[in-house]
C-alpha cells in the first residue's frame, strides 16, 4: 500500500500545482480584461448602484440621499452600502440577508387585475426582500425609537397606529378617505388586523415590516396566508381595493408567492416608474 500512497501524494502535488498556474493564467487574463476600458460587468453594476440610489431618493426625498460613492447612500445621515459584496448561494439565503440591490431586484407588479405570484425556484414577492440596516437607520434601531413616531389614524371603527417618518400617517389616511367611497368594501375594511407591532416574522429571525410601523393588516376574517393556507395561492380580497393603497405607496402582499393578503406596506420604492 506504501506505493500507490506516494504515487498519489505526487499525483496530488502536480494536479495541486497545475490547479495553480490555470488559475494565476485565468487571473492575469480577468486582470487584463479589468484594465482595458471593456469591463461589463463592473459597468453593469456601476449602473445598477446608481439606478438603486436613485430611486430610493425618490422614493424617500425626506430621509435618503445620494452617498460619497455610487456604492452607498446616506439614509438621515447615516452612511450605508447598496450592497453587501455577497452572492447567496440560495434565495433564502438572500432573503435572510438581503441588501438594497436585492430589494429592487424584482418589480413589483402595481394594478389589477392581480396574477398569481409565480413560485419557481426563485420566489416572485417584490417586498419581501428587505435591508433590514436600512429601515433601521430610517425608521428606528428599536421599538421605543419606533413608538416615539407613531400617529393615531382612525380606521373604520378602529385605530391604526403608524409611524410619520416618510408622511407614512399622511399617506394611510388618504388610503383611508378614498376607501371610504367604497360603502361595499367596508366588510374588508373593519376589525382589522394590526398595524405598528415590533415582531420577527413567523419562523424566522427577520424584523416584519409592522415592526418600522409602515405596515397595516385589514380585517383576518377575509384574509389568506401562505403557511396557514391549504391547496396553494389563494386570496378574497378585492384587487381594485388593494389599487388604492398601491396609489398611495403601500405594496399587497397578495403579490408575494409567500402570500399575505391581509398585509400593505408603504414601500414606494417599489411603486415608482
Ligand atoms: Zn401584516
Known sequence: MVVPKER??????????????????????????AESSASPAAAALGSASRDVTKVLIDAYPATVRAGADNEHIV????????SDGKEWPTYQERLDHADLIDQLSQ???????????????????????????????MYGESAAVVQGTLVSV???????????????????????????????????????????FWRTIEG????????????????????????WSKGGYKNRIPCELAAIFER??????????????????YRPELLRG
Open 248 to 265: 398611495h405607496g403601500f405594496i399587497w402582499g397578495a403579490k408575494w408567492s409567500h402570500f399575505d393578503t391581509m398585509h400593505f406596506e
Open 107 to 137: 418589480a413589483y407588479p402595481a394594478g389589477c387585475p392581480a396574477e398569481v405570484p409565480s413560485g419557481g425556484e426563485i420566489p416572485q414577492e417584490p417586498g419581501r426582500l428587505r435591508d433590514e440596516a436600512f429601515f433601521k437607520a
Open 8 to 33: 498519489s501524494g505526487r499525483d496530488r502535488r502536480v494536479f495541486v500545482m497545475l490547479a495553480f498556474v490555470a488559475l494565476l493564467a485565468n487571473w492575469t487574463a480577468s486582470s487584463l480584461a
Open 154 to 196: 382612525a380606521w373604520f371603527g378602529s385605530t391604526m397606529h403608524v409611524t410619520n417618518v416618510n408622511g407614512v400617517a399622511k399617506h394611510l389616511v388618504a388610503v383611508r378617505d378614498d376607501l371610504a367611497q367604497h360603502p361595499e368594501w367596508l366588510k374588508y375594511l373593519t376589525n382589522p388586523g394590526g398595524s405598528f
Open 204 to 227: 424566522t429571525k427577520r424584523l416584519s415590516g409592522h415592526s418600522f410601523g409602515i405596515a397595516v393588516d385589514i380585517n383576518t376574517k377575509y384574509s389568506d396566508y401562505w403557511r
Open 75 to 82: 439614509v438621515n445621515g447615516r452612511v450605508l452600502p447598496l
